[in-house]
């Protein structure tokens, strides 16, 4: 059974930085793509970050560009999101999603449960 | 960025009744390997995302055979041929064709 697993979350004051972790098993990790999206409270979802098998290759949307890195040890099975410079609007639940094998615009078939990040002072 | 545009944004709906949700985007979601990347998600309420289908109209495994898509270019359709009680939620279009991949807004499914 696939399972992802998000942890890391929590509180954090504007300016500060965080490391999300994401733990995989059920498939074989280094055989595909991963993403990170995430959900605002009460809002909808916004695409964050892919990376490719090898870590090769790996984009980012611009609200986190620069901020934000995604990493994986395959070697773990893990997937990472190192977030700094962190704002308000980066509130939100964090999931870590399963793409596809040759990274095509299909989505994520699997998703974790989401780890909540909450940016205050 | 693409924009994905999903009406209407509340559908309470009747069950064993069909619903239908409509998704535009800003630019043709046609890539360059001849590909139509639209997929839709279900959300159901405090769930994490589910993929329903991918590729416009590839329905996931296990997704019950009463959600079906359609469309083409900038213009897509889910339907629900008979909603269950199990289909509230809401539900996102989402193009992965060009980069940053974006949602639209969601349209929240309800039983009247």
């Known amino acids: 059974e696939v399972q992802l697993v998000e942890s890391g979350g929590g509180l954090v004051q504007p300016g500060g930085s965080l490391r999300l972790s994401c733990a995989a098993s059920?498939?074989?990790?280094?055989?595909?793509?991963m993403s990170w999206v995430r959900q605002a409270p009460g809002k909808g979802l916004e695409w964050l970050a892919n990376i490719k098998q090898d870590g090769s290759e790996k984009y980012y949307v611009d609200s986190v560009k620069g901020r934000f890195t995604i990493s994986r040890d395959n070697a773990k099975n893990s997937l990472y999101l190192q977030m700094n410079s962190l704002r308000a609007d980066d509130t939100a639940v964090y999931y870590c999603?399963?793409?596809?094998?040759?990274?095509?615009?299909?989505?994520?078939?699997?998703w974790g449960q989401g780890t909540l990040v909450t940016v205050s002072s | 960025d693409v924009v994905m545009t999903q009406s209407p944004l509340s559908l309470p709906v009747t069950l064993g009744q069909p619903a239908s949700i409509s998704c535009r985007s800003t630019?043709?979601?046609?890539?360059?390997?001849?590909?139509?990347?639209l997929n839709w998600f279900q959300q159901r309420p405090g769930q994490s995302p589910r993929r329903l289908i991918y590729?416009?109209?590839n329905r996931d495994s296990g997704v019950p055979d009463r959600f079906s898509g359609s469309g083409s270019g900038t213009d897509f359709t889910l339907k629900i041929s008979r909603v269950e009680a199990e289909d509230v939620g809401v539900y996102y279009c989402m193009q992965g064709t060009h980069w940053p991949w974006t949602f639209g807004q969601g349209t929240k499914v309800e039983i009247k």
């Open positions: 630019q043709s979601l046609v890539y360059s390997d001849g590909n139509t990347y």
């Open positions: 059920g498939f074989s990790f280094s055989g595909y793509w």
């Open positions: 590729k416009v109209s």
């Open positions: 999603a399963r793409g596809g094998i040759y990274g095509s615009g299909i989505g994520a078939s699997y």
